[in-house]
């Protein structure tokens, strides 16, 4: 088991058991097909990248449950149109 849920603090951060779980599994998902991890871990563990996460404020569940991204870093990069160029 992860040391990082046996503590109160990340269920507390996100709001919630169910919430903690729900963010967990939507951001295992981006992980899995293909999206860049938001830390700098020395490991390929994605259950451990994504506590990182959560515990650095990386990521957090927006009012409609969907996985939503802090600071200039997102997993899917900046969003531009090509028109634009």
């Not at 020395?42 to 994504?50: E, F, G, N, P, S």
């Not at 959560?54 to 900046?78: C, H, M, W």
């Amino acid at each position: 088991m992860y040391d990082e849920l046996k503590e109160e603090a990340i269920v507390n951060k996100v709001g919630g058991r169910f919430k903690l779980s729900t963010l967990i599994q939507k951001r295992l998902v981006q992980l899995n097909r293909g999206s860049r991890p938001l830390v700098d871990l020395a490991t390929h563990d994605k259950m451990a990248i994504v506590l990182q996460e959560i515990l650095q404020d990386k990521i957090f569940l927006d009012t409609s449950n969907e996985v939503r991204y802090t600071g200039d870093r997102g997993a899917e990069g900046p969003e531009f149109d090509l028109d634009d160029l």
